[in-house]
C-alpha cells in the first residue's frame, strides 16, 4: 500500500523545530521597542536601551529613555531628521526653571524644546506660513502635546512671527551637536516657502538662498527695517542713532525700490545680537542680525 505522507511525517519534527525558532526570532522582533527617535511608545524599554552600543557604557543622562504622561521617549542621534509639523512655543510658567540639559530657560532668549534630538543641538526652523527662518539651539524637553514638533520660547515664536498666533505649521531640520555654552540665533528671510523634506537639497543649493538675501557685505550688522520712501527710512535712522551710526541702503525690488535701514557693523554676532536689542527697544521690534 502506498504511503504518501511518510516523507511528510519524517520532516515533520525538523519543520516545527524551524517554525518554533521563527515565531522566537518574530517575538523578540517584536517585543523590542524601536529605539532611534522612537516617540510615543506605551511599552517600557529593556535594560540594554540604557547603554550605549558602541561603548557599553551607561547612556548620559539626557539621552536616555524617559516617560512622561505614559508614554516612553528615545532621545538619539538623527543626522537626517526633517520633519514638517506643528510649531508652539513656551515662556512664563517654565521662566527661570532649570531645562532638561540643566540650564536655565529664559522665554526672552532664543531657544527651543524637542522630544528627541540630542541635548544641545542646532537646529533651522522655518515658519512656512511666512517664510521667515532661524538657526537655533535646543536645550529641552517637550513639547507634549497633540502632534507638536517643537517647543520654541517666547522670544523665537516672536522673531519666527507666530508668537500671538500660538502655532505655526514648521520644518524643523537638525543641523548637529551644539556646544555646552549658548550661542547667538541666526535669523534671516528666505525669498519662498522652503521645499518639503522629500525634495532633496544639497547644501550648496541651500545656503546660496540665504547668502542672497542677507549680502555678502563685511561684519555683523542689525536691519532696523525697509521702507518704501527715503523719507520714512531716513526717520527711522533718526530714531536708532542712540544705538548708532546707521546707513540706508536703496534696494531694487521688482522695479520698485526700498530702503533699507543699517546699523554697524559689529565686531562679532554676539555683539551684533546686542545691538539689534537696542535697535528693538528704540522701536523696531522686528529688527533682525545680518550676518556677513
Not at 38 to 59: C, N
Not at 151 to 167: H, I, M, P, T, W
Not at 183 to 192: D, F, G, N
Not at 210 to 232: C, K
Request: aromatic share 8%; hydrophobic share 40%; glycine share 8%.
Amino acid at each position: 500500500m502506498d504511503r504518501p505522507f511518510a516523507p511528510l511525517k519524517r520532516i515533520a519534527p525538523r519543520l516545527a523545530l524551524v517554525l518554533m525558532a521563527g515565531a522566537s526570532l518574530a517575538a523578540c522582533a517584536t517585543s523590542r521597542p524601536k529605539m532611534v527617535g522612537q516617540v510615543g511608545s506605551t511599552r517600557a524599554p529593556p535594560p540594554s536601551a540604557f547603554i550605549d552600543r558602541d561603548t557599553g557604557k551607561a547612556l548620559r543622562g539626557t539621552m536616555k529613555p524617559y516617560q512622561v504622561r505614559g508614554l516612553w521617549y528615545y532621545p538619539a542621534e538623527q543626522p537626517d531628521y526633517d520633519v514638517v509639523g506643528v510649531g508652539s512655543w513656551y515662556g512664563e510658567q517654565f521662566h527661570n526653571k532649570k531645562t532638561s540639559n540643566g540650564e536655565i530657560f529664559d522665554m526672552d532668549r532664543i531657544s527651543a524644546a524637542h522630544k528627541t534630538l540630542p541635548l544641545p543641538s542646532l537646529v533651522e526652523v522655518t515658519n512656512l506660513d511666512n517664510g521667515r527662518a532661524m538657526v537655533l539651539r535646543v536645550n529641552d524637553r517637550g513639547p507634549f502635546v497633540d502632534d507638536r514638533v517643537i517647543d520654541l520660547s517666547r522670544a523665537a515664536a516672536d522673531q519666527l512671527g507666530y508668537r500671538q498666533k500660538g502655532v505655526a505649521k514648521v520644518r524643523v531640520r537638525y543641523l548637529g551637536p551644539a556646544e555646552p555654552s549658548k550661542i547667538a540665533p541666526r535669523l534671516y528671510q528666505v525669498a519662498a516657502a522652503p521645499p518639503l523634506p522629500e525634495d532633496p537639497l544639497t547644501p550648496e543649493q541651500r545656503f546660496p538662498v540665504r547668502r542672497q538675501v542677507l549680502g555678502e557685505t563685511a561684519g555683523f550688522r542689525v536691519q532696523a527695517g525697509s521702507f518704501s520712501t527715503r523719507d520714512n527710512a531716513q526717520r527711522a535712522a533718526d530714531q536708532i542713532a542712540a544705538a548708532g551710526n546707521a546707513t540706508i541702503e536703496p534696494m531694487d525690488r521688482g522695479g520698485a525700490t526700498l530702503y533699507r535701514v543699517t546699523i554697524g557693523p559689529a565686531p562679532d554676532e554676539a555683539q551684533a545680537w546686542v545691538l539689534r536689542d537696542q535697535v528693538a527697544a528704540l522701536g523696531f521690534r522686528d529688527a533682525s542680525v545680518l550676518r556677513p
